[in-house]
């Protein structure tokens, strides 16, 4: 294997290049390096679902593909760039990240930012709502920083609760 050390967590690889899993400093904020499995691509920013318990393989597929989300703990981090199925690379578990949304422009500063409905993306859970009725196959991101760019259709997040 090649150095763990992380140069550049936004690259991909097409063989891995670090333990599987294993997680990574990099700027201030970690990152777990994964393999993308099933045939959705990832864009920065996506969010990406466990394909298995160990969190060693991802998926953008909401509804599954072949091999995943797992049922219960479907986030395990978001892309640091461009993703190709198949490909190895880093995705971020902690720190402030910018999270593709669901586009429902409605994301404010302080609400609960949890996986969307849609492959690769989150929505949101409004912060006078009570996180006890989340529905348990969704997983919590972190919390919103600002509201979300309309535009872009992205947010920034303060991740929480992914490594």
């Given at each position: ?7 550049n ?32 691509d ?17 998926t ?22 461009t ?63 600002a509201?979300?760019?309309n535009?872009?259709?992205t ?9």
């Amino acid at each position: 294997m090649a150095s763990s050390v992380i140069t550049n967590p936004t690259g991909e690889d097409t063989d891995p290049q670090t333990t599987l899993g294993s997680i990574h400093l990099y700027n201030g904020k970690l990152y777990r390096y994964i393999k993308l499995v099933d045939a959705i691509d990832a864009v920065a920013g996506s969010v990406v679902f466990a394909a298995n318990a160990a969190y060693t393989q991802g998926t953008c597929d909401y509804t599954g593909g072949a091999t995943g989300p797992i049922t219960g703990v479907p986030c395990i981090g978001i892309a640091a760039g461009t993703i190709t199925a198949g490909k190895y690379a880093f995705v971020q578990v902690s720190g402030v990240a910018t999270v593709n949304t669901d586009g429902d422009d409605d994301i404010a500063a302080g609400d609960i930012v949890i996986t969307g409905a849609a492959d690769g993306v989150c929505e949101s859970v409004a912060s006078a709502s009570s996180a006890l009725n989340i529905d348990v196959y969704v997983k919590i991101i972190g919390t919103a920083t600002a509201a979300d760019d309309n535009t872009a259709n992205t947010v920034t997040v303060k991740l929480k609760g992914l490594i």
